[in-house]
């Protein structure tokens, strides 16, 4: 398809809808969406080319003041009716790009999954990078919090959440509350979001979204899974912003509120976000193979990357020190690096649900769905090739129980990095496989890492918590 007649389609598609304005939504660097609208008149085939102008500046780790002038280019293949507008809005993605040079922006994180897919085809390796991402959320009817210098809490309640087991409701109080870690699969009235969870399905099926199954999650509290059908990279991670949006607002609708924060619960399961990823070239598989559970040399040497980059990838799919209260032993959280087929308990597993050659793939289960979904797919694609590259074995597959197992047995089993602090030094020290081919560049990873100590970790690192109240206030 040519590009003219992807800017005739995307205008005809705002204009059978009614659409008066036009939503462009681009990706700031830490992953959320953000956005600016115009006039439906104004999209025109020449405004594709033109763009539409932007303070940089107030985009956090983006430009300074002084060269704050940027454009969005929208692309119209992602051309979308927006669901929860009043007034019809037709939505697309749009690229960043410098006004008087017109090259891309190198903090634009959807030029970066774009520059992956790029760099791909040019080591002659693969042609498509597929990736499946599972994102897990919870859904709550309540959520207070507020900190300041003289207090600090949090406070979420669910209906379902075992916690309100004794609780007096007007009209009775049913009891059909959820235990700590048996949310996975149960039928209402104990799943009480099905409905709109199914609300969700079909807005994402009608934003182009395919979607493969919705379920109810382990925790006792609304946690909920949609899983979407693998797409190329760059596809994927519009849809994986485009689901986050969806889930956000469906929720709001409904008189809920959504998180996708990894871990906003004590004593029960976090969400995470598993990443499938296959490396495919003219049409044929290239996970597909002889060897283990049926999988090729490439993919056993890409799981050696991913492996090894481990610690340093944690930084960029585990980017919250939030992430960091969900990867800890016991709430099936992968802390364990190693890989092995349908064990869940590992931190890299091969999925066997099908015998299909092309259903042969990784499944990387540390990220978590707080991250950047450009930044964290382009990363693991990278460690991957740079395993590829290197020829990187992962070594022998550990099929036991890892939880199960004793410290003499785990002490030779390394382990993700154990908070925000200590992935970030390990991106400092590890990244020049994130460099090839001009993916990532240095001054972003420099940001990255400045940003985070200085506006996350620092602040959360130098405020007292509750707890530490009820273990020290007596002291």
């Known amino acids: 398809m040519t590009t003219t007649k992807k800017h005739k389609e995307a205008i005809a598609l705002g204009k059978d809808g009614g659409a008066v304005m036009v939503d462009l939504k681009f990706c700031d660097l830490f992953g959320q969406w953000q956005h600016t609208s115009v006039p439906m008149h104004r999209i025109t085939e020449e405004a594709f080319e033109d763009g539409f102008g932007f303070d940089g500046s107030s985009i956090r780790g983006w430009r300074a003041i002084n060269e704050s002038d940027m454009l969005l280019l929208p692309d119209a293949s992602t051309a979308v009716m927006d669901p929860f507008m009043a ?76 916690w309100n087991s004794g609780k007096e409701i007007p009209g009775g109080n049913g009891g059909y509350t959820i235990r700590s870690k048996e949310g996975y699969f149960p039928v209402a009235p104990h799943d009480s979001l099905m409905d709109l969870r199914t609300e969700m399905v079909e807005a994402m099926e009608a934003a182009g979204i395919e979607i493969e199954t919705s379920h109810h999650e382990v925790a006792t509290a609304g946690q909920c899974e949609i899983d979407m059908k693998f797409d190329s990279l760059v596809r994927m991670a519009d849809k994986t912003m485009w689901f986050k949006y969806i889930v956000k607002n469906v929720a709001k609708r409904a008189g809920k509120t959504a998180t996708f924060m990894p871990k906003p619960l004590f004593g029960d399961n976090g969400s995470g976000m598993h990443c499938h990823q296959s490396l495919w070239k003219d049409g044929k598989p290239l996970f597909a193979g002889n060897g283990y559970a049926g999988m090729s ?179």
Request: contains cysteine; aromatic residues 10%.
């Open 87 to 162: 007034r019809p809005t037709l939505s697309m993605i749009a690229n960043v790009v410098d006004p008087i040079t017109r090259e891309s922006y190198d903090r634009d994180p959807r030029f970066i999954a774009r520059k992956v897919e790029q760099y791909v085809r040019s080591t002659g390796l693969a042609d498509t990078v597929y990736v499946g991402p599972e994102a897990e959320f919870f859904v709550f009817d309540d959520v207070r919090y507020s900190t300041s210098q003289n207090h600090n809490f949090f406070q979420v309640d669910s209906k379902e959440a075992h």
């Open 297 to 475: 040399e490439m993919a056993m040497f890409y799981i050696g990357g991913v492996l090894k980059h481990a610690k340093a990838l944690n930084a960029i799919t585990n980017p919250t020190t939030n992430s960091y209260r969900r990867l800890v032993p016991g709430y099936e959280a992968p802390v364990n690096l190693a890989y092995s087929s349908r064990n869940r308990s590992a931190s890299i597993r091969i999925p066997m649900f099908s015998p299909s050659p092309k259903a042969k793939r990784i499944e990387v289960r540390f990220p978590d769905p707080s991250c950047n979904p450009y930044l964290a797919f382009a990363a693991l694609v990278m460690a991957g090739l740079d395993g590829i590259e290197k020829k990187i074995h992962p070594g022998d597959a550990l099929d036991k129980d890892i939880y199960s197992l004793s410290p003499e047995e785990l002490q030779n089993v390394p382990q993700v990095a154990g908070s925000l602090g200590e992935a970030l030094d390990a991106l400092e020290k590890d990244h020049e496989f994130l460099l090839k081919g001009d993916v990532f560049s240095k001054e972003l990873i420099e940001t990255w890492v400045s940003y985070k100590h200085e506006k996350e970790l620092d602040p959360v690192r130098l405020r007292p918590v509750p707890y530490e109240y009820h273990l020290y206030y007596d002291v």
